[in-house]
């Protein structure tokens, strides 16, 4: 089956740090731009950064810059989203996507543009963070 798996997710204190990891399941990240995604209770989901497989660029909404660093493993097949000085604003379900277009998926990760159309999506890992 071909699938996105994330992992990482937990409770931690305000101020603390986590790192995310999203390995494919079926495939291999090469040729794609794979995103990270979050969604808070009540909340719309927001881009969270995102990578592009075949040189590693990154690219982030300018709220997120600072606090969250995507980087890819290529031997490993594994993207990670590293989280720190964590808020509890942070609280969310952070997910994994990845799509074969990077155009789209940087637009998606801005927010220019609706997330719904990338090729894959994991089923999300929870964040917690508290105060």
């Known amino acids: 089956e071909v699938q996105l798996v994330e992992s990482g997710g937990g409770l931690v204190q305000a101020g603390g740090s986590l790192r995310l990891s999203c390995a494919p399941s079926?495939?291999?990240?090469?040729?794609?731009?794979i995103g990270w995604f979050r969604q808070a209770p009540g909340k719309e989901r927001e881009g969270v950064a995102c990578?592009?497989?075949?040189?590693?660029?990154?690219y982030s909404p300018d709220s997120m810059k600072g606090r969250f660093t995507i980087s890819g493993d290529s031997a490993k097949n594994t993207v990670y989203l590293q989280m720190d000085n964590l808020k509890p604003e942070d609280t969310a379900v952070y997910y994994c996507?990845?799509?074969?277009?990077?155009?789209?998926?940087?637009?998606?990760?801005?927010?220019?543009?609706?997330?719904?159309?990338?090729?894959?999506w994991g089923k999300g890992t929870l964040v917690t963070v508290s105060s």
């Open positions: 996507a990845a799509d074969r277009d990077l155009r789209y998926t940087i637009a998606a990760i801005l927010g220019h543009i609706t997330a719904d159309g990338m090729d894959y």
């Open positions: 079926g495939f291999t990240f090469d040729g794609y731009a």
């Open positions: 990578i592009d497989s075949s040189d590693g660029s990154t």
